[in-house]
Each structure stands twice: as C-alpha cells, then as structure tokens.
C-alpha cells in the first residue's frame, strides 16, 4: 500500500492532511480553533440522522460487534470489518456519491450469531428497543435490498420524496411537500431560504416543520455545538468574528432562518480573520426537491501566501462578469462583495468528512450574492494531499494518451487544478442573476447538475483567457490545456471507476462533468474537436482543438446560465438527462478494468489531525498539533467522544 494511505477498503482510501500553517499561529488563535474544532466534531450524529432514520443505531450495533472481535485481521470477520468501515466513511448504509444502499458481503447468520454475543448492557447502549427490534428490523434493513435502497431518489418518474431514504421528510409526498413551502413562500415577504433547517412531516394528518434547533430537532447535539462557539467567543480575533459567532449561536437557538441570513452577512463581512469556520445547515445536494440542507463543519488558516492569486481573481471580478459569453440580461451589472481565500483546513466534520470538497463558496442564499457578494476558498493541503499521493500511482500513465499530457500534468497539473477551483468557486457559483420570481428550487432535482456545471463552465472558460496571463496567474497557456485534457478525460473516462458497472450517474459533480464533457465531444464531431482513440484495446478522448473546445464551453454556458436565470425545469432535464446520466457500458466495463489492474481506489477521504490541549495549573497554555495514524481508531473516538443523540 503507498506510504500516504493509513487504510483502504472496498473503492476508498484513507490519506491524512497536513496543516503546517497551525504551529505558526499565536496562542489565542490555537485555542480558538481548538474551540471552533469541538463545535465541528459535535454536530457528528445530525448527518448520520439526516441521512437515514436508523444510521446511528446501525452504527452503534457495528461498533459493539467490531469492539467484541478477538481478531479485525483474522479472514473470517474481514468482510464485516470492511462493511463497517464503509459505513462509517458514508455516515450511513448509502455509497456517499451514488446513495444507493450497500449490501454487506457476509450473510445474515454471521451478524445474528454476532449480534447473540453481545451482552444486555451492550444491546442497551445500542437501541431502547430491545434485542428483537434488532434482530428483525435493523438486520433486515441490512440486508433487504427493496427497502430504503436509495438514499436521494433521482427517478422523476416517481415520488422523489417518498422514494428517498433520508430524514428529510417523514410521511409526507413530494406533492404535499412541494404544497407546503410553495404556500410558506406566498404567505411570507421573507427572503430567507425557506425549510433549509427542518424535517417535514405528518403529524395526525397535518403537514408541518419541527426545526433543527437548541430546543427543537437535534437539540442535545446543538447543545453541544453552542457550548463551544461560546467558548470561542472568548478568543476571537476582531469584532467581525465576533458578530457572526454570536448570531450563529442565536440562530442554533431560535432556528430562525432570517437570524441565519443576517450570520451569513456578517460572516461573508469578515475579511480579516486568518481562522475561519464553516459550521451549519449548509448544502442541499441530499435533498432531491434542493430546499433541506445537510449538517457540515470546517475550521480553517488562511493561507496569506497562496491567496494572492484569488485575490487577484477577487479585484477583477467585474472584468469577469463583464465578459463573459452569457446573455447580457443574466449578468450582474454590478458584482459586489466577491472575495476569496486560499485555505488550510484544520478540521473536517458532518458531510465533510471524512469525503470533503476542494473549494467551497457560499452564502448559497442568491439574494443574498446578488446584494452582499461571496466568499469562496479553495482547500491547498487537502489538494496537496490528493497531489502527493497521486504521484507514481500509475494513474497518468495509463490513461493519458500521450507523453505531452503527461508532461503537461507533471508541470502545470497542480496549479492548474487549483486555478479551476478558484475560478468555479469565487466568480463561477458568484456569477450571473436569476430572474424575478425564480427559486432555486424550480429546477428540482436537477439544480446542483446544473449549477455545477454553470460554475465549472465559467472556470474553463476562462482558464484559457489570455487574461489569466495578463494578471500574471500563469505564465504559459500550456497550463490552460493541461486543465482541458485532464476535465475531459475525467468526465469522459475516469470518473467512470467509481461507478458500479450497469449504473447509472447519480451525483450532482459527477452528472455535471459527464453532461459537459459529453455534450462538448456531441458537439465538436463535425471538427474533430476531441476524438476518440483506441490503442492496445484501451479508450482515450484526445483534444484536437483547444480553441474551439473553449468555444463550445461558451456555447454550453450561454444555456446552462439561461436555464438557471430563468428556471427552466424542461430544459435542465433535458440536458441533464440525455448527457449527465447514461453511461456506455463497453466503455465503463474497460475503465474499472483498467483501475483494477492498477489496484487504485476511485475514492478518498481523510483523517483529521489531533488537537491536543497542554494544560498547566487548569489553564490551557497551548494547543498542539498530531497527525492522526488510524483511521477506524478515529472514528471509534468520535463515536466514543461526540455521540449526543
């Protein structure tokens, strides 16, 4: 096993993230992320209840069984050490990218004969609901493929509420939920984002909200989270810091969503900080009506050095917006608030952990970008850690088509990548307006393909504008074409090992890099933009003309911006559905054939690093830093250390 994974199970491997930036800070700063860190760790147990409404019973009965092992190594109990390892990798029985549940590769007698050696006190610690509850509904949901099988529906030929398994909703059809806030909407003058942080459900035949709140829904968890924001509030940097901490803490509090717009202001205000955090009810990728949004935390370091380039981005985001090839009536006439940063994360936690993003732009409120502006980062030690441990793999070798590719990545494949994560994030999510009386949500399950792709599309766009050199961001447009071949040949081919053969594309990143990768190759045949090659049986798409293919992503943007601006659910399905979706099965059968043989997991995550308080005379004198070593010995804390619902 390369050096840089800890551990590696089913289409995961685990690597570890360096954060030299946090030895360098002062005492106060340490302590702060140190606070900001527990509130991230806390909130743990809302996403494995948001994902599914057993996780946390599920997980809790693995962990006993894995605890009452006498040997994790011995052949006998690999397949359910490896099952609980992806479990706790995907906060749930869901893959984390497909959501479709995971059947554990032993049989039902071996967990039952498992589950009969554990004591009354252990099966108490796991459910109130007794040995039978256990045996008969927690197994079966194991192991019965019918039931809870998906765990974000994408099918619109169903009910995508009722056919997903997630804790969004309880009880309730698409139909009454898409009612219920469509009403909320009519009655309120309000712009907040309307059931961002609740459960829908049925009570006595009456549809109605119980908020994620300090006294409501996951309040013993928020509890939890408060105690150490107000800790924090003693060691902030500035009083912009110390505006946003105290309004999310009232936000925790009352779980009103006109509290949480006034933390997003105030948080998107501090430009000063070098420690940040993410911490809330932030994303909507697991909801496929695009209104819930799923626990996350990320305490960060600025990083001064590196985040001169996006601020470069940041100055001349008017230039961008100005110039870009959407419609004139989409564009913003005046970009305001758009900042950006270069990050070291200090610490993952929810739906960013142990699976985390590169870069991250919010508020994701459009009233909110529209009027204040945004602020984007781009994660350098997580890319650098993906960087280091992709070297010498194999990887490039067999799939890129020619030594110049090869070349190109070994020069520029760093940079560049990082380049596109600063464009997508800070001006690409931040561009363009939508029209008057137009949600988000009108576009369904098909919003995050769309804008994902609308962010990317900008960034392609412009990684090829002689303005990058311009601004001195690169110094060769040879670094613009590395980034060309390696979108099209992820979206093309690689991204394909992570899929199971036969299935269909079913997450938002992942649809939108086929829709535009595929769209673009549609597009381009009459030139020969990118052709497809065969060699020694083995499939590669080859780029022919970069000046055209950016050509085309201006075209495809040009529309993507269109169907958002004006929230045209027909269009996006149309172009999600015939591009992003449907994979060629001779191609796909190939591609996992090849990873096999290089014996490359598709997917990664990651452990945090220790923070250890140094304690002398009851008063915390420092805060050190350790690299975590064990990934299943990480997770076993947090479940130990973190567990309040």
């Given at each position: 096993m390369n050096n840089l994974i800890l551990d590696k199970f089913y289409d995961v491997k685990i690597l570890s993230y360096e954060c030299e930036l946090f030895n360098e800070l002062t005492k106060e700063k340490k302590i702060l992320i140190y606070c900001l860190s527990q509130a991230a760790l806390c909130g743990r147990d809302i996403l494995w209840d948001q994902n599914f409404k057993y996780?946390?019973?599920?997980?809790?009965?693995?962990?006993?069984?894995?605890?009452?092992?006498?040997?994790?190594?011995?052949?006998?109990?690999?397949?359910?050490?490896?099952?609980?390892?992806?479990v706790l990798f995907s906060n749930g029985i869901h893959h984390h990218y497909s959501t479709e549940k995971f059947i554990p590769e032993f049989n039902r007698d071996y967990l039952l004969s498992k589950i009969d050696d554990l004591s009354d006190d252990d099966i108490l610690k796991i459910t109130d609901k007794g040995i039978t509850f256990i045996k008969?509904?927690?197994?079966?949901?194991?192991?019965?493929?019918?039931?809870?099988?998906?765990?974000?529906?994408?099918n619109t030929e169903g009910d995508l509420v009722a056919d997903s398994s997630n804790n969004f909703y309880s009880g309730v059809s698409m139909q009454e939920a898409e009612l219920f806030y469509r009403k909320l909407r009519e009655e309120s003058d309000t712009k907040k984002s309307v059931g961002l942080n609740s459960q829908l459900k049925s009570e006595n035949g009456i549809v109605c909200e119980e908020v994620?709140?300090?006294?409501?829904m996951y309040g013993k968890a928020i509890e939890q989270i408060v105690f150490w924001l107000n800790k924090a509030l003693s060691y902030t940097e500035n009083s912009e810091q110390a505006e946003w901490l105290k309004l999310l803490v009232d936000y925790y509090t009352d779980g009103d969503l006109d509290t949480f717009d006034n933390y997003s202001i105030a948080w998107l205000n501090d430009k000063k900080s070098v420690v940040d955090?993410?911490?809330?009810?932030?994303?909507?990728?697991?909801?496929?009506?695009?209104?819930?949004?799923?626990?996350?935390?990320?305490?960060?370091?600025?990083n001064t050095e590196a985040t001169r380039r996006t601020e470069?981005?940041?100055?001349?985001?008017?230039?961008?917006?100005?110039?870009?090839?959407?419609?004139?009536?989409?564009?913003?006439?005046?970009?305001?608030?758009?900042?950006?940063?270069?990050?070291?994360?200090?610490?993952?936690?929810?739906?960013?952990?142990p699976a985390t993003p590169i870069g991250?732009?919010?508020?994701?409120?459009?009233?909110?970008?529209?009027e204040y502006g945004s602020k984007s980062v781009t994660i350098e030690n997580i890319t650098k850690a993906y960087h280091k441990e992709s070297l010498n793999n194999g990887f490039l070798k067999e799939f890129a088509f020619s030594e110049y590719e090869i070349e190109l990545n070994e020069k520029y494949g760093f940079i560049a990548g990082n380049m596109h994560t600063d464009l997508h994030e800070?001006?690409?999510?931040?561009?363009?307006?939508?029209?008057?009386?137009?949600?988000?949500?009108?576009?369904?399950n098909y919003y995050s393909p769309i804008e994902e792709a609308r962010a990317d599309l900008f960034a392609l766009y412009y990684i090829y504008d002689q303005k990058m050199i311009d601004l001195g961001l690169f110094n060769s447009i040879d670094a613009a074409k590395c980034e060309y071949s390696n979108y099209i040949r992820n979206g093309l081919v690689t991204q394909l090992g992570r899929i199971e053969l036969g299935k269909d594309i079913e997450q938002a990143h992942m649809r939108n890099r086929q829709l535009i990768s595929k769209w673009c190759y549609e597009k381009g045949l009459s030139d020969n933009i990118i052709e497809r090659k065969v060699r020694d049986n083995k499939t590669f798409f080859v780029i022919n003309d970069y000046e055209k293919l950016r050509d085309l992503f201006a075209e495809l943007l040009k529309e993507v911006q269109r169907i958002k601006s004006e929230g045209d659910y027909d269009a996006a399905k149309l172009l999600v559905e015939n591009y992003g979706i449907k994979i060629d099965y001779d191609l796909h059968r190939e591609v996992l054939e090849r990873f096999k043989a290089l014996n490359i997991a598709p997917y990664s995550g990651f452990v945090n690093p220790k923070l250890i308080p140094v304690i002398e005379n009851n008063t915390v004198v420092d805060i050190m830093i350790e690299p975590c070593t064990s990934y299943i010995d990480q997770m076993l804390e947090y479940s130990e250390n973190y567990s309040f619902l």
């Open positions: 996780n946390i019973e599920i997980r809790r009965l693995l962990e006993k069984i894995y605890l009452n092992l006498n040997d994790v190594n011995s052949k006998v109990d690999k397949p359910f050490v490896d099952y609980f390892k992806r008969e509904e927690l197994v079966d949901i194991l192991f019965n493929q019918t039931i809870y099988s998906k765990r974000v529906s994408q994620w709140s300090l006294n409501g955090s993410v911490n809330g009810f932030i994303e909507i990728y697991g909801d496929p009506l695009g209104i819930k949004a799923s626990w996350e935390a990320i305490v960060n370091i600025k470069i981005i940041s100055e001349n985001a008017q230039w961008f917006e100005d110039n870009s090839p959407v419609n004139k009536n989409f564009k913003k006439d005046k970009v305001k608030g758009v900042s950006a940063k270069v990050i070291d994360v200090v610490t993952l936690g929810g739906d960013c952990y991250i732009n919010l508020p994701n409120a459009e009233w909110i970008r529209e800070c001006l690409g999510h931040g561009s363009g307006k939508i029209n008057d009386g137009i949600t988000t949500e009108m576009l369904k």
